[in-house]
């Protein structure tokens, strides 16, 4: 069964930090792309930030670029995948997911169910 489980959501002050974790399990994980996005109420879901299979390369939302950082821990049977966020602003404030893909896709094919960021200012 394909899981991905996000958490390490909560309430914050502005300038505060957080760390994201997402634990996918499932499928070869270790072999997929994974990312995290954001959708704020009212509006889209946006990247936020990606990393390789191989952690080798990350790549991030403009916005959040110097202030969040994607990494991973390819274990044996669940892949996690983190995002810290530190210097956090009230329009961090969104739901925030955890997807995968397969690298020579573009599409992200598997989600989780989500965790909720709110700054307050």
């Known amino acids: 069964q394909v899981q991905l489980v996000e958490s390490g959501g909560g309430l914050v002050q502005a300038g505060g930090s957080l760390r994201l974790s997402c634990a996918a399990s499932g499928l070869t994980f270790s072999t997929y792309d994974m990312a995290w996005f954001r959708q704020a109420p009212g509006k889209e879901r946006e990247f936020v930030a990606a990393i390789l299979w191989s952690g080798g390369s990350t790549r991030y939302a403009d916005s959040v670029k110097g202030r969040f950082t994607i990494s991973r821990d390819n274990a044996k049977n669940t892949v996690y995948v983190y995002l810290q966020m530190n210097s956090l602003k009230p329009e961090d404030t969104a739901v925030y997911y955890c997807?995968?893909?397969?690298?020579?896709?573009?599409?992200?094919?598997?989600w989780g169910q989500g965790t909720q960021v709110t700054v307050s200012s």
């Open positions: 997807a995968a893909k397969v690298p020579t896709t573009t599409s992200y094919r598997a």
